[in-house]
């Protein structure tokens, strides 16, 4: 059995038991010397910073379920805090899928880098922190106020959003780019007057008492899995296996949920308190419909509006189903 006709079977059972049997193949010289098959390399995965939404990668990471599609070989985990490694990463074939919100994977598309969408863990709604004594109530209540928030991200552009339905323009505040990790420390020091960010950080603020959200607005956020498309192009039964992982995992959260947010807790090394508090914040049911591809559509257009990219990237082409994997299977 040649290496390209390899076949991975996976149900639920061993989805969850995050292991299948190892498939050996050998190879015969004219000669009728046998040689051992070279071993593929393994499967290399990654997430963008520190965020609740990757739960069920994080799952499926903690169960082993990705090892069962790469027999013998364990998955590489790694992750960026930065947008620039990871799109580095994705064009010198360094990493093979990453879980992460929409706008890096759109950069990297901009960029020239051949990126597919195609899978999706859950959708959530931007929210805006501002310290607990703050006279703001509304995003109306912003003017003039110092912002932090990760340029390029979701959440920059939930911000905007926000905003603007707020009738403020983004020159009327003070847009502070910055990390998550140093906003942390500039919003608890009262360097910046709001932090525009995702759970965990919301929830953390709030449980210590710093912090507190103002009320939402409709600007959402999705967490997405994108490929490398010349992975997906040589390796399509990979990806559909990995999307099923995800789709798997997705099920498995929905009917145990308390298992689900222990797990996530225990891989973020949170508090258990702060996962409980984010988990009805996050849409786990949600999919990659038209609905969500409109969405990333005016992501990508927001990035090229406001000159983060150079190039107006194509959604739809970008965001790929099952039965495009089915059409370049070689």
């Given at each position: 059995m040649t290496q390209d006709k390899l076949a991975f079977v996976f149900d639920r059972r061993a989805m969850l038991?995050?292991?299948?049997?190892?498939?050996?193949?050998?190879?015969?010289?004219?000669?009728?010397?046998?040689?051992?098959?070279?071993?593929?390399?393994?499967?290399?995965?990654?997430t963008f910073s520190v965020a609740i939404d990757y739960a069920p990668y994080l799952i499926a990471k903690a169960k082993g379920s990705f090892e069962a599609i790469q027999a013998g070989a364990k998955p590489e985990y790694t992750t960026f805090q930065s947008l620039p490694p990871i799109n580095e990463s994705l064009a010198t074939?360094?990493?093979?899928?990453?879980?992460?919100?929409?706008?890096?994977?759109?950069?990297?598309?901009?960029?020239?880098?051949?990126?597919?969408i195609v899978g999706i863990s859950c959708s959530l709604v931007q929210e805006i922190l501002v310290q607990k004594n703050?006279?703001?109530?509304t995003a109306a209540d912003l003017k003039g106020a110092k912002i932090a928030?990760?340029?390029?991200?979701?959440?920059?552009?939930?911000?905007?959003?926000?905003?603007?339905?707020?009738g403020l323009k983004p020159n009327d505040v003070h847009i502070i780019d910055m990390i998550p990790p140093d906003a942390k420390g500039a919003f608890e020091t009262g360097q910046v007057d709001a932090w525009a960010v995702w759970p965990p950080f919301v929830e953390q603020e709030e449980i210590t008492g710093i912090g507190r959200v103002l009320p939402k607005g409709d600007a959402l956020i999705n967490s997405i899995m994108a490929v490398r498309g010349t992975f997906a192009a040589k390796q399509p039964d990979k990806v559909k296996a990995m999307v099923a992982v995800i789709n798997?995992?997705?099920?498995?959260m929905i009917q145990n949920p308390a298992d689900a947010?222990?797990?996530?807790?225990?891989?973020?090394?949170?508090?258990?308190?702060?996962?409980?508090?984010?988990?009805?914040?996050?849409?786990?049911?949600?999919?990659?419909?038209?609905?969500?591809?409109?969405?990333?559509?005016?992501?990508?257009?927001?990035l090229y509006e406001m000159k983060y990219v150079s190039t107006r990237v194509d959604v739809a082409k970008q965001a790929v189903d099952l039965s495009y994997l089915d059409k370049i299977r070689r």
């Amino acid at each position: 059995m040649t290496q390209d006709k390899l076949a991975f079977v996976f149900d639920r059972r061993a989805m969850l038991k995050g292991a299948m049997a190892a498939v050996a193949c050998s190879a015969t010289s004219s000669l009728g010397i046998k040689y051992a098959a070279a071993a593929e390399p393994p499967l290399k995965l990654g997430t963008f910073s520190v965020a609740i939404d990757y739960a069920p990668y994080l799952i499926a990471k903690a169960k082993g379920s990705f090892e069962a599609i790469q027999a013998g070989a364990k998955p590489e985990y790694t992750t960026f805090q930065s947008l620039p490694p990871i799109n580095e990463s994705l064009a010198t074939d360094r990493i093979d899928a990453v879980f992460e919100a929409e706008p890096p994977a759109l950069i990297a598309c901009a960029a020239g880098i051949d990126v597919k969408i195609v899978g999706i863990s859950c959708s959530l709604v931007q929210e805006i922190l501002v310290q607990k004594n703050s006279k703001a109530t509304t995003a109306a209540d912003l003017k003039g106020a110092k912002i932090a928030v990760l340029a390029g991200t979701s959440s920059h552009y939930g911000l905007i959003k926000i905003l603007g339905n707020a009738g403020l323009k983004p020159n009327d505040v003070h847009i502070i780019d910055m990390i998550p990790p140093d906003a942390k420390g500039a919003f608890e020091t009262g360097q910046v007057d709001a932090w525009a960010v995702w759970p965990p950080f919301v929830e953390q603020e709030e449980i210590t008492g710093i912090g507190r959200v103002l009320p939402k607005g409709d600007a959402l956020i999705n967490s997405i899995m994108a490929v490398r498309g010349t992975f997906a192009a040589k390796q399509p039964d990979k990806v559909k296996a990995m999307v099923a992982v995800i789709n798997n995992t997705k099920a498995w959260m929905i009917q145990n949920p308390a298992d689900a947010k222990a797990v996530v807790a225990k891989e973020l090394a949170i508090p258990l308190e702060v996962v409980e508090r984010a988990w009805p914040r996050h849409d786990w049911g949600a999919t990659l419909n038209d609905a969500v591809i409109a969405d990333m559509q005016s992501k990508a257009n927001f990035l090229y509006e406001m000159k983060y990219v150079s190039t107006r990237v194509d959604v739809a082409k970008q965001a790929v189903d099952l039965s495009y994997l089915d059409k370049i299977r070689r």
